[in-house]
């Protein structure tokens, strides 16, 4: 074999090498860029939920009325309200969070739950209850009987809802406010503590 030849099939090794490099490259860097948007997207959603966590957390830690007969019910609608926002969060938590975290979040929300507290009665009667305002911005003196008698009846039926869900709201509920307010200071500083790191 002459040296023009050799000097050809060289050049065309180096150039298919090169080609081969540069195809290995990209493929990489694409999947690097592709891995990276992924994580993005999941930090995003994860903070987001344990962000929302730790909210709940901090408002049930700094809550310092007493149960009483007079504050049990404003206590049940309030911790139903938690419980709501706590297991929107549950799924997000579950497949990105820690162990400690999901642990602590589960352990909060079966407590809360074994107390009485019940899931969207909070919601619930805030939601009745701003229908029932809402009827209120229609003037009476402008409008028909008819539409008077009907709004009258709309709010009646509106707040018969609401005092419905209230009552539903505390019957059997018996919560350890100090027990809950521990269990939520320990899952604020799991929430925290994941927030930062990828899950276990």
Not at 27 to 46: C, G, N, P, T, Y
Request: net charge negative; proline share 2%; hydrophobic share 40%.
């Amino acid at each position: 074999m002459d040296i023009a030849t050799v000097s050809v099939v060289a050049s065309a090794l180096v150039a298919l090498g090169t080609l081969a490099a540069n195809f290995i490259g990209g493929e990489r860097q694409r999947s690097h860029e592709a891995d990276l948007d992924f994580e993005e997207r999941v930090w995003e959603e994860k903070s987001r939920a344990l962000f929302a966590v730790i909210k709940e957390c901090r408002v049930m830690i700094d809550s310092d009325d007493s149960l009483t007969d007079d504050t049990r019910q404003s206590w049940a609608l309030y911790l139903s309200r938690r419980l709501d926002t706590l297991t929107d969060a549950q799924a997000t938590v579950e497949a990105f969070a820690s162990t400690r975290c999901r642990t602590e979040l589960t352990g909060l929300v079966e407590a809360m739950r074994s107390s009485g507290v019940k899931d969207y009665l909070g919601n619930r009667v805030d939601r009745f209850e701003k229908e029932w305002f809402d009827v209120l911005k229609y003037d009476p003196n402008t409008m028909p009987t008819s539409d008077l008698l009907d709004d009258i009846k709309r709010r009646r039926r509106f707040q018969e809802w609401a005092d419905d869900a209230k009552k539903e709201a505390v019957a059997d509920f018996d919560p350890d406010l100090p027990d809950l307010q521990g269990r939520a200071q320990r899952l604020l500083d799991a929430a925290r503590e994941s927030v930062r790191r990828p899950k276990d």
